[in-house]
């Protein structure tokens, strides 16, 4: 193979670790989010039975 190649494919190889990485992120962040709206939602909820 041509240093070219190999240069493209490390590359390549980088950027889609990348992309994995913010997509992990992301899902996180959005569960994240998730829970501490159900967690508002059921403070709110006890707060009304009181």
Same mark, same amino acid.
């Given at each position: 193979?041509?240093?070219?190649?190999?240069?493209?494919?490390?590359?390549? /190889?980088?950027t889609l670790?990348g992309?994995?990485n913010? *997509?992990?992120?992301?899902k996180?962040?959005?569960?994240?989010?998730s829970?501490? /709206?159900?967690?508002a939602?059921h403070r709110?909820a006890? *707060?009304?039975?009181?």
């Amino acid at each position: 193979m041509s240093k070219v190649v190999i240069a493209v494919a490390c590359l390549s /190889l980088f950027t889609l670790a990348g992309c994995g990485n913010t *997509a992990r992120g992301i899902k996180q962040d959005g569960v994240q989010t998730s829970n501490a /709206l159900d967690n508002a939602t059921h403070r709110i909820a006890r *707060a009304n039975t009181n």
